[in-house]
């Protein structure tokens, strides 16, 4: 028999194991340091927003810009209004900050400008695309940011926020919008603050990266720290105890005397649990050793006893002038017939036969000759129900239980039965203990 080295050892299974760890912790703490740096810049940018759309609120006439935005006609407060909103977006780090009133959502003409305050990104002397009171926007906008500009002016709540960043046509930005009411109830246009979130995107890209470096780093120090323990402390002494064992099994399979079985104990000095298992095997070798010496001495008792008992079994239920069954083994039979017609599967017939004329001869020629007129009566019994278990239930009655294949004939087989010992003529001129006669009966079980 040869030992078969599995084809992943454990070194490699250990490897993996960590590597498959970093992986997956790293890829866990990366995801959640991003969601949560982003979350928290997130927060930090609405509530600036929040606050300079507060603060440019408190400077809003919204009476007289309502009626700037229906005339189209800048007043003295509408000047006023526009260069303080110029002085924000110098000021604060926010891109734009404008006055529209949404038409629809369609890319094209989809707003009026009533402020447009000059995004700090442009030189301020370019007016190229500035927009002025009255002129329509084209493209200014997303058309989400538009649908929800609309749905906000037929329900206006406070200061909601938009979040585009998925379309490189209107860029990357947070904009946070309020509606303005005039005093008769009418929502006429939305203040609106911009912020690029492109530098927001940028910051948690370094910083994701950042984290994911340290941990890559981490990770490599921590599988190598590992794997290097692993090899000293598990892998070698494993491998040094899974040869020895291996080789005890060799010389076990093939080792028919158990004096010969030798271990070969490792040089494990580990104290640790691999340590404990090579002194567990050693001394588990040596009891498999003795016990298999004890064994084979006990399988040599249990030979000779099994014998002994098969020939007491074998005494206890035959009898001993005609070897067929006894008594004793007629009355377990009938315990097995007693269960099959419990269980409704009975399917019998049982024969009684009684010899004639055994006490004439016992008392008229000795029991010698009773004992050839018992045989001679068995060995025709035995005869003709071959197929039969036959019973001496008493000096001179046999008791015969046909199933299978002896029930199927039993008429046929009875009939011959009677033929032989029914008719004396049959034995004229012979000894009378060779004349062999009895009185037989059937009888075949019904379940109804």
Aim: with cysteine; charged share 25%; aromatic share 12%.
């Amino acid at each position: 028999m040869e030992t078969v080295i599995k084809s992943s050892p454990l070194k490699k299974s250990i490897t993996a194991r960590c590597i498959f760890f970093v992986i997956i912790l790293g890829a866990i703490i990366t995801f959640v340091n991003y969601e949560a740096f982003q979350r928290n810049l997130n927060a930090r940018n609405q509530i600036y927003l929040t606050e300079i759309i507060k603060f440019a609120e408190q400077n809003i006439d919204n009476d007289d810009l309502a009626e700037c935005a229906r005339t189209h006609k800048a007043s003295e407060k509408f000047n006023d209004l526009q260069n303080y909103l110029r002085s924000i977006l110098i000021n604060y780090n926010i891109d734009n900050i404008y006055i529209i009133d949404p038409l629809n959502v369609n890319p094209k003409q989809n707003a009026m400008c009533i402020i447009n305050g000059i995004s700090k990104t442009k030189p301020r002397d370019n007016h190229d695309k500035i927009y002025y009171l009255g002129d329509i926007f084209d493209t200014f906008l997303s058309p989400a940011l538009m649908k929800e500009l609309i749905w906000s002016k037929k329900h206006p709540k406070g200061i909601e926020f938009y979040y585009e960043r998925e379309n490189e046509k209107y860029g990357f930005y947070y904009t946070a919008y309020t509606p303005l009411i005039a005093s008769n109830g009418e929502v006429y246009g939305f203040l609106c603050a911009d912020m690029s979130i492109i530098d927001i995107r940028n910051s948690i890209a370094n910083h994701t990266r950042l984290v994911l470096i340290l941990i890559i780093i981490c990770g490599f120090v921590f599988c190598y720290s590992f794997i290097t323990w692993g090899q000293v402390y598990i892998v070698e002494p494993v491998e040094k105890l899974e040869k020895s064992v291996s080789e005890f099994a060799q010389k076990s399979h093939i080792q028919t005397n158990p004096s010969e079985l030798i271990y070969n104990e490792p040089d494990i000095q580990t104290n640790n649990e691999v340590e404990y298992l090579s002194n567990s095997v050693t001394k588990m070798t040596s009891d498999i050793k003795t016990y298999a010496i004890n064994l084979v001495a006990a399988e040599h008792k249990v030979t000779n006893l099994k014998e002994n008992v098969t020939k007491l079994n074998v005494l206890a239920h035959q009898d001993s002038l005609t070897h067929v069954k006894n008594k004793t083994a007629y009355d377990k039979y009938v315990e097995v017939l007693n269960a099959k017609i419990k269980g409704e599967t009975a399917r019998f017939a049982i024969v009684m036969i009684d010899l004639n004329h055994l006490k004439m001869i016992n008392d008229t020629y000795g029991h010698e000759r009773g004992n050839d007129y018992l045989m001679g009566s068995c060995n025709i019994i035995c005869d003709i129900y071959q197929h039969s278990p036959v019973f001496r239930i008493g000096g001179d009655e046999f008791v015969v239980v046909l199933e299978r294949r002896d029930y199927d004939e039993r008429d046929n087989l009875f009939k011959k039965l009677t033929d032989i010992l029914g008719n004396e003529s049959l034995y004229e001129g012979k000894d009378p203990w060779l004349k062999f006669s009895a009185a037989a009966g059937m009888a075949v079980f019904n379940p109804d």
